[in-house]
């Protein structure tokens, strides 16, 4: 309930009550003072004391030295800090009087006072100090008043201890005689634990002090108040302890109730002590930084308990033991509660119930607040209002839940609203059972809700019975199912009573501890008021107590056998026993939601573990964010109830709807919290019977290490379950601790790698952390939205491993209501034992039987570490039969065994089989030759099996990869880490090198998307490519965006990756292969799902990688395609899918020789021979993004200029420039469009670059005549540089520019041969290649393109070339470059002479590539070449091999496009990352065969992934005779490759378009006039790959990533997201099974919709047809086709407009000179879009950059899947219509509406609308 609004007249009458307390303390302090001047000599003894350390003397005002002086004590003021000014002398207090007298149970002595001056009068002058050993942890000591009884409190649990004094004692006590003071010291380590001689005693009539020094100021407890952290802050705080109706602040003010005890953790062994002040009396607590505490108490005695432990959870257990073990409550008290002050009504009421179960929220008690009572009287219920109250709890119960009502301890004296009489009232009055005023007959009389007032007298056994009658009486009119007792302070809203308080000593005391007003009867009674066990001065702390004792008594009346449910707001010492707590009226706001914690915490000390906060808060409004994190952590409060005031907007979780997120995060975790209800039902028994705490502080378990000391912000339910919610506004990202152990996901089961550690966790709106602790098995339940009806569901149980694989933990089980089970042994009880792959389910009571037969039917097992295989269940040894299912997942390491059916009450053993299935295996000997013999030597298991698959027969037998971290350092951009190797690795090579003892992980988030993690030796530089990436030069990632989180395991030392946004994990390498050492580095991860894609240059038959034990290596060669033989190139980037569709990209950047394994784990093997392991991953989440994402990286792909768009041919074997000449007027005379001529090496003499074969002198001229006919040239240059010349420019330059690879320490060249031949020779072409290459080719070099001289001397001889010097005529005015055979190729394997490096050249670990056995020189290099960077770094070939052709690319770019002044292209054989944003590629020599029609739609689609976009195959193939058929297929399929060429080799047949006949002329000529058409849509898909890096040639999986059927699919392809190409591919069809997914497609040739989809059709496909279809949604720009783009170009522009089935489609053009470098950087451009909307089409110009000067129009538009028939079109130009001369038909059988003869400028916007 809510606070009291007061009248003026109240205000004022507080204030004057205030003021005359202010003058009562001064003229108490002046009397005093008079007092004192008895003593007038006496004199302080002020020795030098610690300012820590001093006692403060003046508590109750501001001190003065003058004052100070009166009271005896010594003044020495403290500047600026909170240390008292005046602080008492060593010569206050007591001393002993005689000897210590032993007893019994202890010793007793009498204490004498010391002459010292009072401080507030009447000090008693001999006390009796009475100590008793009660047990071998607790001390028990009190002082009392030998000559006069005084007050003490009647405890219901704590009585007179009647037993002898305890042996084996853990502690020592030693009594100082003078001054007085007691020490406790612990036995097992000497040190003192609770010291008194701190400061003095004092004991007078109404002030009574101690203080004392503690071992460490690792405090907690003390209470109520509200404290912001758990542990206490010693900067000289003061606590007053009186109950009040206060509600909770940020404020030093006592609360509800009073709770003295406190714990003190000693030191990091866990030793622990805690001690009871058992008083009831007004007081304060005084923390100082000594350590130290001072107890101060107005009244009764110092009755002390000193409890020590082993660890802080044995001293809770020792102090509830002796104040009463907690509650055991029922079953249905832990479900979820909901309550609201002034719902309103009844109907109200049940609106609420109805929305939250209509939601599915689990919930179990509703409870009404005081608004449903008659004039908020106890005891009555508003019949208007709440008129079907009566019937309320069976509606509740028909649904499985329960009501409870609220108590408030006053009782109105004035009559019903009706008028008549208030019978409770009036039964009370009659028995005389109210709290009396001071003269112990006349009821007190104060306000609270209901108007005037009387309070029980729960002291009273009459008013017990009073109670019980009268919850009896209404129970009989409106059942109910618990009780909820408040206001029991008690609270009254006057203060004292309606006729004020008298002033005496009781009410206004010679010292008011420090409480809210410093008025001890403000907001509640008046002290000097009786009960029957005293003043109120004395009992008024025991006013809540003695409600809860009668309440209990009412409810054991009520419900007889039952447990039932009490929950009060005013709490002492031992009120646990019966009852629970809230920590009351508190306020929505995210300080209160903190503060909770703390609070709950402290009362799991108080030994009340019942406990938590009004969920969302009491008074305010709440919002949706903060109620939202409220409910989460709320889910997980012992007591979880969401609950607020009135006049306040509405909170339960329904209200905010039913799809919020509050709604559904409300239900995930009430749901997690009802699956775990067994879990906190057995942790409640074990608190009931052995004083456990429920919610437990981390430092109760790891009190060795003090990061956990201080921590508040978390919690942990037991030992086993850590809760870490979110408590500030707008937060995603917390830091949390995480403690020393195993701990595990709670929600996929994964083991965090966190341990010890802070640690970020991001848990977004919906989130919060759970993580379940190795080492516990916890017993579980499938929940249901009641307590009932879970109950009735299966039990189950989650066994989370520790380092040892062992596990315990136990489940209590009973009835769930029952009082007396525990005692009566009426309950089940297992005892859960996990070790050596066993479960032992032990039955140590089985003295109930469920009637549901409730079953364990489901098991789950984390932290496995191998897949578990085999389960058996055995009863009494005896096998059982079991039909369980068993799943493993290997990412999480998680088992789930389905299915068990064990009895609820049987004991049981289950025992499992771990193993590695085949495809859990990790190849141990991945070099050839292995043996079993080899393989044990390395610790690995040998195990032969009879599959074709390449299943390894030797694998690793443990997870351990003999890494683990140290030294984990979080930083601002990430983490590092020290990886350190453990034992000398065996497994993973032959290792003629030492793996690194030390590496150095560095995890950098560069982006939200992008991340990247680099492991390196940590003391030694190593190679790391030279290849720069696009890096922000600061990484911008955000920790709240981020899409991903990255956890190091620590050991074995493994790397996981996670998307936030569905838990996926993505890379997990903590697996036994990793390894790292100079020559060998391996590292495996694990995979989301067996759909990956990538890894080249190497032929593959499917777009998707073969996960069946499949190795591929990695190391350019001039190799033709071919199965498993490594080719031109490196591309160590994969793309993978996850099961959900998301996808994610993975780089490493490594350019050693490498392969990498796939296996059906899924997972696989990177094995690399040098450098590091620097891998960048990006997460999309869309396969097309994660291409966006990687090009962003590595570079956007090259726009090529608008003529490499063109059909291109070129033929090795061309005799002479006629032939080309010829071709050239026979392609021009069959009008099939041709933009680009090339020619091969034949066109070099005797094949050396840079010079002009005799056989070709008319090539000049001829390249002018075709260039003026609107064609383009491209010529070939390798790199390779022919040596044996005497007169070769080339060559004698590039020697003096010191341009060639050399030997190392060495200025000789290192000198291969490729195609040059040596000079002054006949080559017979008829010999052998291996004599022929001996016979005929020269030594050639090759250049060092890194070398910054090389580049120099490079474009020097290009310009040559372009624009001879010596002889004009000879110029190539060419237009590309075409570089080939720069993988480095070479047809001698090394070197001339051989290679003189054996360990390079045949390292120890040889990867997988073609030709192993030769080496890495074979058909290259000798490995030991030196490369020399610009910087003048060294490098040898064997870590840049790879990197050649990359290194050769850009220099050729940037020398063609300032030679030609025009954008250009390159062509490009081999490539590496990046290469693609320079050139375009071509997929090498293949061969005229059926298959590679296949590979190559593979291969271009695995070069978009790559980011070369301008890519394509050999039209028809390069080696081998083509023929009709195939040919005729190969240029339709090669009309729609970005790079269009066919080409073939030296020897073949002619294979041109007009090589063959009319016929295949006229085939080439439509399918090449369809790609000139649509040249404006290849364009602008070239700009959005070069502007945004998209695909061009596109996998149908990129667009349709939900449709799993596409992820198959590698025989079709899109040109971006709208044009499908269904080639033909195999030789005889004429037709094509073609896949179209799920949307709206037309036929291109038709227009017509083909009216499936989502299905694979037989489309037909005659020889000259090949099946396009345009899909629904897009607008395709196109133009008329030419024989060149030169003319092409200037064509009328057309728009094909597909409609969707929304009669809806967008598109855009990109549109400029076709030529001009850097147009799209320098805006030279246009960009005009187009949106086609319910009959009409806009086209808007987004960028106008570019005026095309041949005044382009469009003048046709073709409307495709237009429904309705067309009349009219209206063309618009802003607004105004255009007159318009074009022609409109429609066709309403192929639904195609042609509109001709438009004439729409390009450049300018216009709006067409039909109708």
Not at 387 to 408: E, M, T
Not at 1202 to 1215: D, I, N, T, V
Not at 1448 to 1464: F, M, N, S, V, Y
Not at 1745 to 1774: C, H, K, M, W
Request: proline share 6%; with cysteine.
């Amino acid at each position: 309930m809510g606070k009291a609004k007061f009248s003026k007249l109240e205000i004022v009458l507080s204030a004057l009550f205030c003021a005359v307390v202010v003058v009562a303390c001064v003229l108490i302090g002046v009397l005093a003072t008079k007092r004192s001047e008895a003593s007038s000599e006496f004199s302080p003894s002020c020795p030098s004391v610690e300012a820590a350390e001093r006692i403060d003397c003046i508590p109750d005002q501001v001190a003065t030295k003058n004052l100070c002086n009166l009271r005896g004590c010594c003044w020495s003021p403290q500047i600026g800090t909170s240390t008292p000014w005046c602080f008492f002398s060593s010569n206050h207090g007591y001393r002993v009087d005689g000897e210590l007298r032993t007893t019994q149970q202890g010793f007793q002595a009498t204490l004498k006072r010391f002459s010292s001056p009072s401080l507030f009068g009447d000090d008693i002058n001999t006390v009796l100090l009475t100590a008793e050993y009660q047990t071998q942890n607790r001390f028990h000591f009190k002082l009392t008043d030998p000559a006069a009884n005084r007050f003490e409190v009647p405890h219901e649990h704590i009585g007179p201890f009647s037993g002898s004094a305890a042996s084996n004692l853990k502690y020592s006590v030693n009594v100082q005689q003078n001054p007085f003071g007691i020490r406790v010291t612990r036995v097992s380590t000497g040190k003192v634990l609770f010291d008194t001689t701190v400061g003095p005693l004092l004991f007078a009539q109404q002030f009574l002090q101690l203080s004392i020094r503690l071992p460490s100021g690792n405090i907690y407890g003390i209470g109520e108040h509200v404290h912001k952290r758990f542990r206490h802050d010693l900067n000289w705080r003061t606590w007053p302890m009186l109950s009040r109706d206060t509600a909770p602040s940020g404020n030093v003010e006592n609360l509800y109730g009073v709770q003295t005890f406190f714990l003190c953790l000693e030191d990091s062994s866990g030793a622990s002590l805690g001690v009871f002040l058992l008083n009831s009396n007004p007081m304060e607590f005084v923390v100082q930084p000594t350590p130290a505490v001072t107890y101060r108490t107005i009244g009764g005695i110092l009755d002390f308990y000193v409890l020590l432990g082993d660890n802080p959870e044995q001293v809770v257990q020792e102090y509830v033991k002796l104040v009463g073990m907690p509650v055991m409550p029922s079953y249905w008290s832990l479900g979820f509660q909901l309550s609201r002050y002034d719902y309103g009504s009844l109907a109200e009421v049940k609106a609420v119930v109805e929305r939250n179960r209509a939601v599915g929220l689990p919930y179990d008690v509703q409870c009404i607040d005081i608004d449903c009572m008659d004039g908020k009287k106890d005891f009555t219920y508003d019949k208007v209002k709440f008129q079907d109250l009566p019937n309320f709890q069976s509606y509740l119960h028909a649904h499985g839940q329960k009501y409870v009502i609220i108590l408030d301890a006053a009782i109105s004296m004035e009559p019903l609203s009706d008028g008549s009489p208030y019978e409770t009232y009036e039964r009370g009055q009659s028995q005389n059972i109210w709290v009396n005023a001071s003269d112990g007959v006349t009821p007190l009389v104060g306000q609270v809700w209901p108007g005037h007032t009387v309070f029980p007298d729960f002291t009273s056994p009459a008013c017990r019975r009073w109670w019980i009658e009268e919850c009896s009486t209404f129970y009989r009119s409106v059942p109910f199912d618990g009780i909820w007792i408040d206001m029991n302070e008690p609270a009254s809203f006057v203060a004292g009573s309606r006729n004020g308080c008298e002033q005496n000593e009781w009410n206004f005391p010679p010292y008011t501890p420090h409480v809210v007003e410093r008025l001890l009867f403000s907001k509640t009674l008046c002290m000097d008021a009786v009960q029957q066990w005293g003043r109120q001065y004395d009992v008024h702390n025991l006013y809540g107590y003695s409600m809860i004792l009668s309440t209990q008594q009412a409810i054991e009346t009520l419900f007889p056998g039952k447990r039932s449910f009490l929950l009060s707001r005013s709490t002492f010492v031992g009120s646990g026993k019966y009852s629970g707590h809230w920590l009351g009226d508190n306020t929505a706001s995210w300080d209160q939601l903190k503060w909770s914690i703390p609070g709950m915490l402290e009362f799991g000390l108080f030994g009340i573990p019942y406990v938590g906060a009004d969920i969302c808060g009491f008074f305010e409004n709440t919002t949706e964010e903060l109620c939202r994190r409220w409910m989460q952590v709320g889910a997980f409060y012992p007591f979880s109830r969401n609950h607020n005031t009135e006049l306040c907007s509405p909170q339960d979780p329904a209200y905010f709807g039913a799809d919020s997120i509050l709604v559904s995060s409300s239900i995930h975790y009430l749901n997690i919290r009802y699956t775990l209800l067994p879990y906190l039902y057995t942790l409640f028994y074990k608190a009931h019977t052995q004083g456990d705490t429920v919610a437990r502080p981390l430092v109760h378990e790891f009190y060795s290490d003090e990061a956990t000391w201080d921590i508040d912000q978390q919690f942990l339910w037991g030992p086993a379950l850590l809760i870490t919610p979110v408590m500030d506004p707008g937060v995603e990202v917390i830091q949390a601790y995480i403690p020393d152990a195993v701990w595990y996901d709670y929600e996929t089961g994964a083991r965090i790698s966190f341990r010890r550690q802070s640690a970020e966790l991001y848990l977004p709106a919906d989130k919060m952390g759970l993580h379940l602790r190795g080492g516990y098995v916890v017993p579980t339940q499938r929940p249901n939205t009641t307590t009932v009806s879970s109950r009735r569901n299966a039990l189950g149980l989650i066994v989370a491993l520790d380092d040892s694989g062992a596990a315990a933990g136990e489940l209590f089980w009973d009835d769930g209501e029952s009082t007396g089970t525990i005692e009566g042994g009426i309950y089940v009880h297992y005892d859960f034992r996990v070790s050596n792959n066993e479960l032992h389910m032990n039955v140590t009571n089985s003295g109930y039987s469920d009637p549901n037969q409730l079953r364990f039917e489901e098991i789950r097992i984390l932290g496995l570490q191998q897949e578990l295989t085999e389960l058996t269940v055995l009863q009494n040894n005896v096998v059982l039969s079991s039909s369980h299912n068993i799943t493993y997942k290997p990412t999480e390491k998680v088992a789930l065994i389905t299915g068990l059916q064990l009895a609820l009450g049987s004991a049981y053993t289950l025992r499992w089989v771990l193993s590695s299935s085949t495809a859990q295996r990790f190849d141990c000997h991945p070099e050839s030759g292995a043996t079993r013999e080899a393989c044990e030597q390395r610790g690995c298991v040998w195990e032969e099996n009879t599959s074709p698959l390449d299943i390894p027969y030797c694998y690793y037998s443990s997870a351990d990869n003999n890494y683990s971290v140290s030294e984990l350092r979080y930083t601002p951009w990430g983490l590092e880490a020290n990886v350190t190797l453990s034992t000398a690795s065996t497994g993973g090579t032959q290792r003629s090198t030492t793996p690194i003892g030390t590496l150095r992980l560095q995890v950098i988030h560069h982006s939200d998307h992008l991340l990247q993690f680099k492991i390196d030796d940590y003391a030694n530089k190593r190679y790391e490519v030279p290849v720069p990436l696009n890096l922000p030069s600061t990484p911008t990632s955000s920790i709240e965006r981020r899409l991903y989180d990255v956890s190091v395991q620590t050991k074995p030392f493994g790397i996981q990756i996670r998307r936030r946004s569905t838990g996926t994990v993505i890379w997990d390498s903590q697996l036994p292969t990793f390894t790292f050492s100079d020559m060998f580095i391996q590292i495996s991860t694990r995979l989301p799902s067996p759909y990956l894609y990538g890894f080249g240059e190497t032929e593959h038959t499917q777009y998707h990688r073969d996960m069946n034990w499949h190795t591929w290596g990695m190391f350019s060669r001039d190799q033709p395609p071919g199965y498993k033989l490594n080719s031109y190139g490196v591309q160590p980037f994969y793309m993978g899918l996850e099961e959900d569709g998301n996808a994610h990209g993975v780089l490493l950047l490594n350019s050693n020789g490498m392969d990498v394994t796939f296996q059906p784990t899924p997972a696989l093997t990177y094995r690399t021979i040098g450098g590091i392991l620097d891998f960048y991953v990006v997460l999309g989440p869309t396969p097309e993004v994660v291409v966006q994402q990687y090009t962003e990286l590595v570079g956007r792909p090259v726009m090529p200029p608008y003529w490499a768009l063109g059909f291109q041919l070129c033929r090795y074997g061309y005799e002479n420039d006629t032939e080309i000449a010829q071709l050239v007027e026979g392609m021009k005379a069959a009008r099939i469009p041709y933009d680009v001529q090339y020619t091969d090496i034949d066109y070099l003499e005797r094949q050396l670059d840079f010079k002009l074969s005799p056989r070709f002198s008319g090539l000049p001229e001829l390249i002018n005549k075709i260039r003026a006919e609107g064609m383009r040239y491209i010529p070939i240059l390798d790199p390779a540089i022919s040596a044996n010349e005497t007169d070769y420019l080339a060559f004698t330059r590039g020697r003096e520019k010191d341009v060639f690879i050399k030997w190392p320490n060495s200025e000789d060249i290192i000198l291969g041969k490729v195609w040059p031949d040596y000079p002054n020779i006949v080559v017979n072409d008829s010999v052998d290649w291996d004599t022929g290459v001996e016979l005929y080719r020269a030594y050639t070099a090759f250049p060092d393109f890194f070398r910054n001289s090389t580049v120099e001397w490079w474009s020097t001889e290009l310009q040559e070339v372009y624009k001879n010097p010596r002889n004009a005529s000879l110029s190539l005015k060419y237009d590309g470059i075409w570089i080939d055979m720069n993988e480095p190729s070479s047809f001698v394997h090394g070197a001339v002479w051989g290679c003189r490096n054996q360990e390079l050249n045949h390292p120890p670990y040889m990867p997988q590539l073609g030709w192993r056995e030769e080496g890495l020189a074979y058909k290259t290099l000798c490995m030991e070449g030196v490369h020399i960077l610009a910087d003048g770094t060294e490098l040898r070939h064997y870590d840049v091999h790879n990197l050649y052709g990359w290194s050769q690319t850009k220099p050729t770019l940037d020398a063609l496009r300032r030679i030609t002044k025009e954008r250009g292209i390159v062509i490009t054989r081999s490539t590496y990352p990046t290469s693609g944003q320079w050139a375009g590629h071509w997929l090498g020599d293949n061969t005229a065969a059926w298959d590679q029609m296949t590979k190559s739609i593979i291969g271009m689609m695995e070069f978009s992934l790559f980011g070369v976009s301008y890519t394509g195959a050999d039209i028809c193939g390069f080696f081998s005779d083509s023929e009709y058929e195939l040919c005729a297929r190969w240029m339709e399929l090669g009309a729609f490759y970005p790079f269009s060429r066919n080409h073939n080799g030296k020897g073949a047949k002619r294979q041109d378009p007009v090589a063959w006949n009319s016929t295949f002329e006229d085939i080439s000529r439509d399918v090449l006039n369809i790609r000139y058409m649509l040249l404006p849509y290849l364009y602008t898909l070239m700009y959005d790959a070069s502007a945004h890096g998209s695909t061009v040639v596109r996998p149908l999986l990129h667009e349709f990533v939900e449709d799993r059927t596409t992820w198959e699919i590698y025989r079709q392809f899109l040109w971006g997201p709208a044009l499908l190409i269904s080639p033909v591919l195999d030789q005889g069809a004429v037709s094509v099974n073609a896949y179209l997914p799920n949307a709206r497609w037309y036929d291109y040739h038709t227009g017509e919709y083909v009216g499936f989809r989502g299905e694979f059709r037989n489309l037909p496909s005659p020889l000259e047809h090949i099946n396009l279809h345009v899909r629904g949604g897009y607008i395709l720009p196109q133009q008329t086709p030419a024989n060149t783009t030169a003319y092409s170009r200037k064509n009328p522009l057309a728009l094909l407009v597909a409609l969707n089935d929304s009669q809806e489609a967008e598109g855009q053009l990109y549109w400029d000179d076709g030529v001009r470098i850097d147009a799209y950087e320098d805006g030279a451009y246009l960009l005009t879009s187009f949106t086609a909307r319910q009959n009409t089409l806009q086209i808007r110009v987004q960028h106008r950059g570019y005026a095309d000067p041949n005044g382009l129009q469009f003048d046709t538009i073709q409307v495709l899947g237009q429904s309705t028939a067309v009349q009219q079109l209206i063309v618009r130009e802003n607004g105004a219509q255009l007159p318009s001369q074009h022609i409109l038909m429609y066709n309403s059988t192929t639904q195609v509406l042609s509109v001709t003869q438009l004439a729409l400028e390009l450049g300018r916007d216009y709006t067409l609308e039909w109708s």
